[in-house]
């Protein structure tokens, strides 16, 4: 029991790693500032650097979770001085499309709550049930880890063999409409966050999904080492 316990704890702090891994990136300002600057962003969609910001701000608010009834409900209203002319910033099909991103953002929000509870309530019961808890967690999480580490080695060598095809496929597979598709001559978002905006991002997400696993099965493999030398395996 104590391993099918643990093995569930592990892949619940798996879905914790993958969650955070996007939400990380995805809320972290000092990210967008940079992406903005090296991109030349600002110039392209000819809006001022702190209106592009206050326009991110707000789109970003609109994407968190509900928290404490604090979260921007519609992208209705949100304007900036684009090309020295005050205007609407997001236009009817990007506003359609974000409703599918924030979804799909809040799904994500509600598997890592679930993942942390759940993860949380194994520990204790595992504790309770006086199991050696960092013997069975550190076997576990290693294995599921170092597991999950191979396919994701494979995933991004098949992403970036051909990113572009890899982003298309996303799209279909997670959209059922086509509101994705946003014409860069008219739709300031796709200008706002272009494709090498989701190259970088990506490369963002996927150093947290390796460098995270990583550091958890070297700690692991350290502490079942010494575990055995000191006859702790013993079970």
């Known amino acids: 029991m104590r391993w099918v316990m643990g093995y569930l704890v592990a892949l619940c702090l798996l879905m914790l790693i993958f969650a955070q891994s996007i939400i990380i990136p995805t809320f972290f300002m000092p990210f967008f500032r940079w992406q903005y600057d090296r991109l030349d962003v ?48 997001f236009s009817d099909i990007e506003k359609r499309h974000m409703i599918d991103v924030r979804e799909l953002y809040d799904i994500l929000f509600m598997v890592r709550n679930i993942a942390f509870f759940l993860l949380a309530a194994l520990i204790m019961g595992m504790l309770l049930l006086k199991y050696r808890v960092l013997y069975v967690l550190a076997r576990c999480s290693r294995d599921i880890l170092a597991g999950f580490l191979i396919l994701s080695a494979v995933l991004v060598g098949i992403i970036a063999f051909d990113f572009d095809r890899a982003f298309i496929i996303f799209h279909h597979i997670f959209f059922d409409n086509d509101y994705w598709i946003l014409d860069p001559r008219v739709d300031l978002l796709i200008n706002m966050v272009p494709i090498y905006f989701f190259i970088h991002i990506s ?17 692991s493999s350290l502490y079942l080492r010494n575990a055995v030398l000191l006859g702790y395996d013993r079970t």
């Open 42 to 89: 600002a110039n392209t969609i000819q809006v001022s650097d702190e209106e592009l910001m206050s326009v991110t701000v707000e789109l970003l608010d609109y994407m968190r979770p509900r928290l404490f009834g604090q979260r921007r409900d519609t992208l209705d209203g949100i304007t900036a001085i684009v090309a020295g002319y005050e205007r609407e910033f």
């Open 203 to 219: 490369i963002f997400i996927a150093g947290i999904l390796v460098i995270t696993p990583l550091v958890i099965i070297l700690i």
